[in-house]
């Protein structure tokens, strides 16, 4: 830890029950297991709005929402985008078993891109069907978070019938044959849970909380109180592209309009968008403007210890525009990726609270 941290103290308060239970999936990066002590951090500072600006899972964001605070939850992709509407934006809505009976049911107008793009890569042909009947009907219901509740649940439902949950390989769940219930369930009864599931997080905190779609730097800091930063790490060795993981997850927030499949992929991936915080050359100066941006606002960064550029130098970005600035750390490991790189993947996590 550097000389320039001092630690925080921190209380016991318990977390609430409902984040415990909130419907997580794999996410790359994700804090859920971290949930309880960012908690506790965050339940040390005064504020009343809050900014989860790279929401990924949604799980930071619905932990404000669940501490009462005014949440907006940001990212630059289209899935997390629906997860946080489901989750954080949500007031209180719930799709019937009416409206996920419709949702389910055959109409011969639905299309069949999602059949005609990815039979033989993902899933079998009657599931991909479903998808293009369920995306179908989707459209029909008319309360925008209504549609979020079922995309979301719909792509829970993907993620969890895919092996390891990500999308970089082509093949049938059905090979791995290890008798995991999530590959076992057919993508129908998935998705009939994952709505349950959704619906039972449905809850209003009094706020009208948002999620929005945007790169960090196009964010208005103003009116926020507090900003949590969880940015991608610039990779040791592999790499940390989001798109590649998920992008049948990505491609299905919004059936695949507007989005370039590159056709000579085998998996049938799409473009990834830039972001500095990828690169080497461009993660310091990212930092910097981050940090800058919202420089009025208390700031939350999660950091690595095999983060770039190192914690002393982020204490000392953080430092330029905050008069305070503490660190906390503890061990983590990511379950994420195969057992030969899991020694990697332990890691200290910090948090890092830059104040005025
Ligand atoms: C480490 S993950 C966040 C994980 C999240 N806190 C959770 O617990 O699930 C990083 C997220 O940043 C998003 N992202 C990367 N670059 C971004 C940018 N320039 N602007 C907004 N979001 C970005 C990615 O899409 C990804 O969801």
Request: proline share 6%.
């Amino acid at each position: 830890m550097p000389a320039a941290a001092r630690p925080l103290l921190l209380s016991d308060r318990p977390m609430p029950d409902c984040v415990r239970d909130y419907p997580m999936m794999r996410y790359m990066g994700s804090k859920f297991r971290l949930l309880p002590w960012l908690h506790e951090v965050l339940g040390e500072l005064e504020f009343a709005s809050a900014l989860d600006a790279f929401s990924g899972s949604g799980c930071v964001g619905f932990l404000l929402k669940a501490m009462n605070k005014r949440v907006t939850s940001a990212d630059f992709l289209a899935f997390p985008i629906e997860i946080a509407t489901a989750t954080v934006a949500n007031p209180g809505v719930r799709v019937s078993e009416e409206e996920a009976e419709r949702l389910m049911e055959y109409d011969p107008k639905h299309r069949h891109f999602i059949e005609h793009t990815f039979t033989g890569i993902f899933y079998t042909p009657t599931e991909l069907r479903f998808l293009d009947r369920v995306s179908w009907n989707i459209r029909k219901l008319t309360d925008p978070i209504k549609r979020s509740i079922a995309t979301a649940a719909l792509i829970r439902s993907c993620a969890k019938r895919q092996p390891r949950g990500v999308f970089t390989v082509a093949g049938d769940p059905a090979r791995y044959k290890d008798g995991r219930r999530d590959l076992r369930l057919s993508l129908r009864e998935h998705f009939r849970e994952h709505l349950a599931k959704y619906n039972e997080t449905a809850f209003d905190n009094g706020h009208k909380n948002r999620a929005v779609r945007s790169d960090v730097f196009d964010l208005d800091p103003t009116g926020i109180d507090l900003v949590y930063l969880d940015p991608p790490y610039v990779p040791r060795s592999d790499d940390n592209c989001y798109i590649k993981r998920y992008h049948f997850l990505e491609g299905l927030a919004c059936y695949w309009h507007g989005v370039e499949i590159m056709e000579s992929t085998r998996v049938k991936k799409i473009a990834k968008p830039y972001t500095p915080f990828s690169y080497r050359r461009t993660a310091h100066d990212a930092f910097d403007r981050m940090f800058q941006r919202f420089a009025d606002s208390v700031t939350v960064l999660s950091y690595s210890s095999n983060g770039y550029p190192d914690l002393d130098e982020i204490v000392r970005l953080l430092s330029r525009y905050h008069s305070s600035v503490s660190v906390v750390g503890r061990p983590h490991r990511y379950h994420f990726g195969t057992h030969r790189s899991a020694s990697r993947n332990e890691v200290t996590e910090y948090l890092i609270v830059g104040k005025r």
